[in-house]
């Protein structure tokens, strides 16, 4: 499943550039100075205990968190700034939350139709048949009418994907995907993301689902106390981890 | 049981009255209406500019409600017939009751659209903002149906609370339907009067709350 040519950090045009970002809320320093590229159509997977900053770093890349230092450039185009527009780089940038946070007034189809109108400024017809064609693709399309609460959990989050891939973003973030699922309903997910990831699209994932990093990660990216330890290939560093902190890591995610 | 009805229910002696009673009844749900139509939207726009954050606009919406929360109805409806003309403002009876009301009814709702918007999740604002739907636009067509949901309930109580006090301006005289009833009372010297004074409020608030009820519904999303 792993493409032969992801071995190191790519680094010409990489499609996400993070250099040297910080982060503190109030006196409390969550990312230290995190250096990251993220190629074209890469996925790379950060672990690491709660708490070591994955999930501030993720929200950073769209901004759903004011970096406090540091630069972040998707597609060459640099996000911090005071310039930016928020909207225009968030249409570019795809995101799935921990907590699913589907518009639980909207249909699965509303859902999806909403920033393909306001955003991306699509017809009523053209929209909804893109969003069926994504709704099918995360196997869903018979769900289009159901509302939210009449959904799995799973359902809710591959609506969620749905509704990101729809705008057809140049890199997907996903924080935490199944968290929040039942344990019998975190495969369908999964595999709705390592589909994603074989259309080529570009994949950033925070989880703790070690088997997913193992599998389907081109790199995987070990995070503690709000830097980067270490990053390689999954067998680097979840397998024949070299540090210790890693080690204790990796054998207690398997506990 | 006889005196009962000899005293409530003698509605013979009404009879020369019913134009007026109509007419105090028109008047009380003009008012109503009205008091709802301007309390409630005015609410609803003072918790949205609250929204925006600017601190000290935030600090004056918090005097306005805090204050016509505070202050009783009656002592608001005098001030704004009796104390206005004296700053240049002169209103009628019907206006000055309607706008006393009105004023009371957007600071009730403004807190209760104001809970509403902070019972939102703020993972929804994420989700709109994520696919780069701007703060407004992720107000209109995410947060705020879903605020206009949850604040049904207690907005309607309210607005029927305050509504009542239309009758409250009969001490500015205005002809509303209990000032007129309770006239009438005096002149034949029978509370039936009062009864078909209660009757109409009845007739007048229970399609009212049913329509609340059907509103509640209307914006009820399936639950599973």
Same mark, same amino acid.
């Given at each position: 499943m792993r493409s032969a040519t992801a071995i190191t950090p790519a680094s010409a045009d990489p499609i996400v550039a993070i250099d040297g970002l910080r982060k503190s809320f109030g006196n409390v320093e969550v990312l230290r100075g995190v250096d990251l590229r993220v190629a074209k159509g890469e996925a790379v997977v950060i672990v690491g205990s709660s708490g070591s900053g994955k999930s501030t770093c993720l929200r950073c890349i769209n901004r759903l968190e004011e970096p406090t230092a540091g630069t972040i450039r998707v597609g060459g185009e640099e996000v911090t700034g005071a310039k930016v527009d928020l909207n225009l780089l968030r249409r570019r940038i795809g995101m799935v939350f921990q907590g699913i946070n589907l518009y639980p007034h909207k249909t699965a189809l509303g859902n999806v139709t909403l920033a393909l109108r306001k955003v991306a400024g699509l017809g009523k017809a053209e929209s909804e048949q893109k969003a069926r064609q994504h709704l099918e693709l995360v196997g869903l399309a018979h769900k289009a009418d159901s509302y939210p609460a009449q959904l799995s959990g799973g359902q809710q989050q591959r609506v969620g994907i749905a509704r990101a891939m729809a705008l057809e973003p140049q890199v997907m973030l996903f924080d935490e995907p199944t968290s929040a699922l039942d344990p019998e309903l975190v495969g369908e997910v999964l595999n709705v993301m390592v589909r994603t990831k074989e259309m080529g699209m570009t @994949?950033? %994932? %925070?989880?703790?689902? @070690?088997?997913? #990093? &193992? !599998?389907? #990660? !081109? &790199?995987?990216v070990f995070m503690d106390h709000g830097a980067v330890l270490a990053e390689g290939t999954p067998e680097d560093i979840l397998v024949s981890p070299q540090h210790q902190r890693i080690r204790d890591f990796v054998t207690r995610s398997r506990a | 049981m006889d005196q009962i009805v000899r005293y409530f229910f003698d509605f013979s002696l009404m009879s020369a009255y019913w134009p007026d009673i109509l007419r105090g009844f028109l008047i009380t749900i003009e008012m109503s209406i009205l008091t709802v139509l301007i309390g409630v939207p005015l609410g609803l726009a003072i918790a949205i500019l609250r929204l925006y954050g600017f601190k000290p606009l935030n600090a004056l919406i918090i005097l306005y409600i805090d204050f016509f929360r505070s202050i009783p109805q009656l002592v608001l409806i005098m001030l704004a017939y009796f104390a206005l003309p004296s700053f240049g403002l002169m209103l009628g009876p019907f206006t000055a009751t309607v706008l006393a009301l009105a004023i009371v009814l957007s600071a009730f709702s403004e807190e209760i659209f104001w809970a509403g918007i902070n019972a939102v999740a703020k993972g929804?604002?994420?989700?709109?903002r994520s696919t780069g739907l701007g703060f407004n636009q992720t107000l209109v067509h995410i947060i705020l149906p879903q605020v206009v949901r949850i604040s049904i309930p207690p907005l309607t109580n309210r607005a029927i609370g305050i509504s009542k006090g239309t009758t409250l301006g009969s001490v500015v005289a205005v002809p509303e339907l209990l000032n007129v009833t309770s006239s009438i009372q005096s002149n034949v010297a029978n509370p039936t009067a009062l009864t078909v004074g209660a009757l109409l409020f009845l007739a007048l608030f229970l399609p009212f709350v049913r329509f609340t009820r059907w509103l509640e519904r209307a914006y009820a999303h399936p639950r599973s």
């Open positions: @994949m950033i %994932v %925070v989880t703790h689902e @070690m088997h997913f #990093a &193992r !599998d389907v #990660a !081109d &790199r995987v | 929804q604002w994420e989700a709109g």
